[in-house]
């Protein structure tokens, strides 16, 4: 007997099991997105590196992370979701691992920069948009909002452990870490996601309808990408979302999670200290999710600890 028919006997749906996945699958790229604050003064401290030349590569991988998105999505209806997902962390786990061996900048730039952007782009919030859209007709909303929140989460978990093992057994030894967290979720994946409820002989959750799901007719990745790109730029919609989106990621993904860290190691906070209050907003953010007043709470703590009224939802 197959897992979904097994789950289906005891009313549990398949779709729980795809969202799950879909969970870690982001937490896990959340937290090695969020990690170049972590090695940023070590890297300083050991190549001699300046911060600028090392936030280049920081600012080259956040850039592809949001670039990647639209045709991210195109590709996923081409090849799949598992298909992608499992290449995408085999490349973020690759470009991770062979930072611990560069020795220069361009090094630096080429792997964090390139490779892991690229690769973290494809998981991202965009991955979850397609999971809900394809396994849920019911609780499209809260399903959304939990894999929403894996990117706050990612932070929350990663970060504190990240700084204190930096601090005891060197960078290094981070990287390895995340580069192991990336690869520990690949069997998973790879054996128990699903594209569509279809795969396994299921309609979405919550659909009891007779209708047969319709496989729509794979077109030009890159034509049909640019094509509903251009659809939306000219919506005065589309550039209100851009526009906030684009301060929202400039100062918390840009300014406050890359160098919130360094920052405080500048003013003598120790880093894994750091490393704590940059993760209490991401536990806020995901608090914000379920309750309003975590929004309140986190605006209220950013504002005593950070000097800024920038809650972090955005973390």
């Known amino acids: 007997m197959s897992l979904p028919s097994f789950l289906a006997r005891r009313s549990f749906h398949y779709a729980w099991i795809v969202a799950a996945l879909t969970f870690l699958a982001l937490l896990v790229a959340a937290g ?13 401290q050991e190549f001699g590196w300046s911060r600028a030349t090392i936030s280049l590569a ?34 973020i786990a690759l470009g991770v691992g062979l930072t611990t061996l560069m020795s220069a900048p361009w090094q630096l730039v080429l792997l964090w920069g390139v490779v892991v952007g690229s690769g973290s782009g494809v998981i991202a ?37 990240l700084a204190s093992v930096a601090d005891r057994f060197g960078w290094r030894t981070a990287a390895l870490a995340l580069t192991g967290a990336a690869l520990l979720i690949i069997p998973a994946i790879a054996a128990f996601m699903r594209d569509r409820p279809a795969d396994v002989g299921l309609r979405p959750f919550g659909d009891n309808s007779e209708t047969v799901e319709i496989s729509h007719p794979r077109v030009n990745s890159i034509a049909s ?8 730029m000219r919506n005065r919609d589309f550039w209100l979302l851009f526009g906030s989106f684009f301060i929202c990621g400039a100062s918390t993904n840009g300014l406050i999670g890359t160098h919130l860290i360094p920052a405080c190691i500048d003013h003598g906070i120790p880093e894994v200290k750091a490393a704590g209050l940059l993760a209490i907003m991401g536990l806020f953010d995901f608090l914000e999710l379920l309750c309003p007043v975590g929004y309140l709470i986190a605006g209220t703590i950013a504002t005593y600890c950070f000097g800024t009224t920038d809650c972090g939802v955005c973390l």
């Open 32 to 44: 090695i997105r969020s990690a170049p604050g972590v090695f940023i003064v070590p890297l300083e």
């Open 58 to 91: 920081i600012s080259i991988n956040l850039v592809l992370y949001g670039l990647i998105g639209p045709f991210a999505a195109t590709v996923m209806e081409r090849i799949g979701i598992r298909r992608m997902m499992v290449f995408s962390l085999a490349v």
């Open 125 to 161: 919030l965009v991955l979850g948009a397609i999971v809900v859209n394809r396994w849920f007709f019911e609780k499209r909303g809260l399903v959304l909002g939990i894999l929403t929140a894996s990117t706050a989460t990612g932070q929350l978990v990663f970060l504190p452990m």
């Open 225 to 232: 990408t640019l094509n509903a790109l251009w659809v939306g």
